[in-house]
């Protein structure tokens, strides 16, 4: 009596662990992968934008009205290392100098005559769109940017900015 040929998938699986992917599996599946990646990254890069601007637009409602009450001589700096909660609230907040302009999660603030409080992308269009301003008069306010105006370490909005139409309340 013969016996009847082994069938591969019977194979212990030890032997079956063994088998390589033939050539075209392989490539197949590092296509697929590419394929999802050069989907994802854009996906990726559009949810870290909003992420920012949602933490810049924190920022500003938490920081603007600490910043008006506090003495003429504090800085960001100064008022985010003051309590414990601001300590933890911005732990992985960057100092520019004397901390007069922080980076936070991909937006920069600094407080502008006045007493007004911006955040403004670090790279328009990468790390957000929008800019917020904060005001003793009016509170949180935002400007859908788009443009690039604002943008970088020599990109800080003025106080005539809130003079250009398109800005709304974000604390109504």
């Known amino acids: 009596m013969t016996s009847p040929a082994p069938n591969p998938s019977e ?11 033939n050539p075209p599996t ?5 296509a697929v992968g590419l ?3 050069l989907i994802s990254m854009p996906c990726l890069a559009q949810w870290a934008a ?8 924190k920022a500003v409602e938490v920081l603007g009205p600490l910043l008006a009450a506090a003495p003429a001589a504090h800085t960001l700096g100064t008022l985010m290392h003051s309590t ?6 911005f732990s992985d907040a960057r100092l ?3 901390g007069h302009m922080v980076e936070h999660h991909g937006y920069l603030l600094q407080r502008a005559e006045g007493g ?13 769109q929008a800019i ?11 400007l859908p940017e788009g443009n690039g105006r604002w943008s970088g370490l020599g990109g800080m909005p003025s106080a005539a900015v809130l003079t250009l139409p398109g800005w709304q309340r974000l604390n109504d």
């Open 132 to 142: 917020y301003a904060w005001t003793s008069d009016a509170g949180l306010l935002t």
């Open 11 to 21: 194979a212990p699986a030890s032997t079956r662990a063994q088998q390589p992917h």
């Open 96 to 98: 520019f100098g004397t």
């Open 26 to 30: 392989s490539l197949l599946l590092a």
């Open 35 to 37: 394929v999802v990646v």
């Open 50 to 57: 909003v992420n920012n601007q949602e933490d810049a637009a």
């Open 116 to 128: 007004i409080l911006f955040a403004w992308p670090r790279q328009s269009g990468r790390t957000g």
């Open 84 to 89: 414990p909660l601001l300590r933890h609230r």
